[in-house]
């Protein structure tokens, strides 16, 4: 059964860093995509960041585009965004899904998320 | 980017009505559009994918059509369950992006 569990939200503020991860299990992240997805307080879903199931391709949205970087360890299973220079726009629901394919297509399975909070 | 714009943004209606969702990409993605639901507090769980195909577990009564810039996602009798948003996305090219959402509630 697939499982995906996120972790590393909290308060911080602007300007500082936060890691996040995501913890699967019941597949292996060395044959899927994955992504992750934002969702600010009472607003819509925003995509934010996929890499590759061989790593060979990572894509940003153009907000977060030289301050975030997605990065995954096969080792543990787990996924990673590193978020830097944070900003109160970037306050939101971080939540990590399952792609089908071994790029982007569909993504058939989520993480409930972790929420990041930036205030000063 | 390609832009995913929705209509409507909010809809009213009543157990057994027939809901009809449209989705619009502002080029064309072939049939690379998937539908999800989100009900409050959880995670958004996948309907349709590749613009019609029925995601394993999704009751029957979800369906979804269209092709190129054009796309629907259709109820066809509407169960209490069902009253949440609903998200079109497209995965035809990267940025990944999603509709503004159609939120679905009972009249």
């Known amino acids: 059964q697939v499982q995906l569990v996120e972790s590393g939200g909290g308060v911080v503020q602007p300007g500082r860093s936060l890691r996040l991860s995501c913890a699967a299990s019941g597949f292996t992240l060395a044959r899927h995509g994955m992504h992750w997805v934002r969702q600010a307080p009472g607003k819509g879903l925003e995509w934010v960041a996929v890499?590759?199931?061989?790593?060979?391709?990572?894509h940003y949205a153009d907000s977060v585009k030289g301050r975030f970087t997605v990065s995954r360890d096969i080792s543990k299973n787990t996924l990673y965004l590193q978020m830097n220079s944070l900003r109160a726009e970037d306050t939101a629901v971080y939540s990590c899904a399952k792609d089908s394919s071994t790029g982007w297509f569909y993504f058939d399975s989520w993480g409930q998320g972790t929420l990041v909070t930036v205030s000063s | 980017d390609i832009q995913m714009t929705q209509s409507p943004s909010s809809l009213s209606a009543s157990v057994r009505d027939r809901v009809t969702i449209t989705c619009r990409a502002s080029q064309s993605i072939s049939t690379f559009l998937n539908w999800y639901q989100q009900q409050p507090g959880k995670a958004p769980k996948l309907l349709i994918y590749?613009?019609?195909s029925l995601q394993s577990g999704v009751p029957s009564r979800f369906s979804g059509s269209g092709s190129g810039t054009d796309f629907t996602l259709t109820i066809a009798s509407l169960q209490p369950e069902d009253f949440a948003t609903y998200y079109c996305?497209?995965?035809?090219?990267?940025?990944?992006?999603f509709g503004q959402g159609t939120k679905l509630d009972i009249k």
């Open positions: 996305q497209q995965t035809f090219s990267v940025p990944v992006t």
């Open positions: 890499i590759s199931y061989d790593e060979s391709n990572k």
């Open positions: 590749d613009a019609s």
